[in-house]
């Protein structure tokens, strides 16, 4: 079994800034990607950054720039920074991980989300 806590969101005034925490723990072998995702309202869940057991990132095009995704492996923690929050960056933040368990199955597990609200 793998868990994922998150934390960090909250109401932030536009031009704001947010971090997101998300801290796995359990039964993890090793860590292929950890990710960040978003649901708006009204919209489906997408894709807004990751970043692999490599280091390689991925923030999506109309987040770069203002939004930076970062990792502390010894502690299986990754961050989500969010600067100059607009409006239309409000909604349910979830974090993502792939990973395979100690039991050797490869594992997709998701964060219980947090909401982010930019507005004045």
């Known amino acids: 079994q793998v868990q994922l806590v998150e934390s960090g969101g909250g109401l932030v005034q536009p031009g704001g800034s947010l971090r997101l925490s998300c801290a796995a723990s359990?039964?993890?072998?090793?860590?292929?990607?950890m990710g960040w995702f978003r649901r708006a309202p009204g919209k489906q869940r997408e894709l807004v950054a990751s970043i692999t057991s490599g280091g390689s990132t991925n923030i999506v095009d109309s987040k770069k720039g203002r939004f930076t995704i970062s990792r502390d492996n010894a502690k299986n923690i990754w961050y989500l920074q969010m600067n100059s929050l607009k409006p239309e960056d409000t909604a349910v933040y979830y974090c993502?991980?792939?990973?395979?368990?100690?039991?050797?199955?490869?594992?997709?597990?998701w964060g219980q989300g947090t909401q982010v609200t930019v507005s004045s």
């Open positions: 993502n991980l792939d990973a395979t368990t100690t039991g050797w199955l490869p594992v997709s597990s």
């Open positions: 359990g039964s993890i072998f090793s860590i292929n990607a």
